[in-house]
């Protein structure tokens, strides 16, 4: 079972950046991975995801040229670096393991979770 913990998560003002970790196993990154957030409220949503060797990526509309998906393997890390935080990015934001190499957006195939870490942005 893949253990994945996210922090990095905070109280930020609109319009701030703010970067988020996951930290995994050695074998959990040698998976595609995604970052998803859920708002109160809400469902969970896709945000980014990443593949793992190439490094493709993909990314939800909303946080397209905004948002930065990256990992580094070595360090089985992965990383969301967030600029130009709007309110309506208020959720909590997990990563996840896929179940394979590729970067696909579909929650259905992310096979292990984190705990997920809160963002809050303030106006």
């Known amino acids: 079972q893949a253990q994945l913990e996210e922090s990095g998560g905070r109280l930020v003002q609109a319009g701030d950046s703010l970067t988020l970790t996951c930290t995994g196993s050695?074998?959990?990154?040698?998976?595609?991975m995604g970052w998803f957030r859920q708002a109160p409220g809400k469902e969970r949503e896709f945000v980014a995801a990443i593949s793992v060797v190439l490094g493709d990526t993909y990314y939800s509309d909303s946080v397209k040229g905004r948002f930065t998906v990256s990992r580094d393997n070595a360090k089985s890390t992965l990383y969301l670096r967030m600029n130009n935080l709007k309110t309506e990015d208020t959720a909590v934001y997990y990563c996840?393991?896929?179940?394979?190499?590729?970067?696909?957006?579909?929650?259905?195939?992310?096979?292990?979770w984190g705990q997920g870490t809160q963002v809050t942005v303030s106006s």
């Open positions: 050695r074998r959990t990154f040698t998976y595609a």
């Open positions: 996840a393991r896929n179940r394979g190499p590729a970067a696909t957006m579909s929650e259905e195939d992310f096979v292990a």
